[in-house]
């Protein structure tokens, strides 16, 4: 099972920012927080992944809490490109495991 | 640079018809390789993963099985397709198993069982 809880849907304005939450408050210290997105009818695409550190990356930027219960990946200026699923995934050294993440609708 | 192949794009089969489906990544050696299923409207669900060469850990109990006669070869086999085993199925394949540097997805097949 996921052990993560992320919003069903979100909606953006093209422009402007994008932000998906992320709640993964029984993750264990050597798990990471990884990102992935899929756009529909394609496989999943990787984003970006940390540990306890905020990363920056050309795609977007994942800022983790101190306590490293919850997660948001930020897409600075979202597109009509970026609509997808985006799914927030926490693992150490197993398999991922996908939920149902959030469905971002970028409106123009 | 890698890729990987995955082939048929779509497929349709009827109930109780065997499947057989091929994934091969180029580009790199000893790689962990998985299955993932998705089913209409639904998430993806980890069906086999491999770390090595005749190395097959399976995920969830179903009327699939899964092999890896070479190292960068992985593929997905049915006896018998029932209406069930209807979805998009998904080859990927990481350097480690934590996906540490990402899992690189194919383009996947989608099978519908008639």
């Known amino acids: 099972d996921a052990k993560t809880t992320q919003p069903p849907s979100m909606d953006c304005a093209e422009g402007r920012a994008a932000n998906l939450p992320c709640n993964h408050s029984?993750?264990?210290?050597?798990?990471?927080v990884y990102w992935y997105r899929q756009i529909h009818s394609q496989g999943p695409q990787y984003i970006i992944h940390?540990?306890?550190n905020n990363e920056t990356n050309e795609m977007a930027s994942l800022i983790i809490t101190e306590d490293r219960k919850s997660s948001t990946l930020i897409l600075p200026h979202a597109t009509l490109r970026d609509t997808a699923v985006y799914y927030c995934?926490?693992?150490?050294?197993?398999?991922?495991?996908f939920g149902k993440g959030t469905r971002l609708s970028v409106i123009a | 640079s890698q890729t990987i192949h995955q082939w048929p794009a779509t497929l349709v089969q009827p109930v109780g018809s065997p499947l057989s489906l091929e994934c091969t990544v180029e580009g790199t050696s000893n790689p962990n390789l998985y299955w993932y299923r998705q089913a209409a409207g639904r998430g993806l669900q980890l069906l086999f993963y491999s770390v090595g060469i005749g190395q097959i850990s399976s995920e969830v109990p179903q009327n699939l099985s899964a092999s890896r006669p070479q190292d960068r070869q992985f593929i997905l086999s049915s006896k018998k397709l029932l209406l069930s085993d209807s979805g998009f199925y998904l080859c990927?394949?990481?350097?480690?198993?934590?996906?540490?540097?990402?899992?690189?997805f194919g383009s996947g097949t989608r099978l519908t069982v008639v």
């Open positions: 029984t993750i264990s210290g050597n798990e990471y």
């Open positions: 940390g540990l306890k």
């Open positions: 990927a394949w990481s350097v480690t198993t934590a996906g540490k540097y990402g899992y690189t």
């Open positions: 995934i926490v693992s150490g050294n197993t398999p991922l495991v």
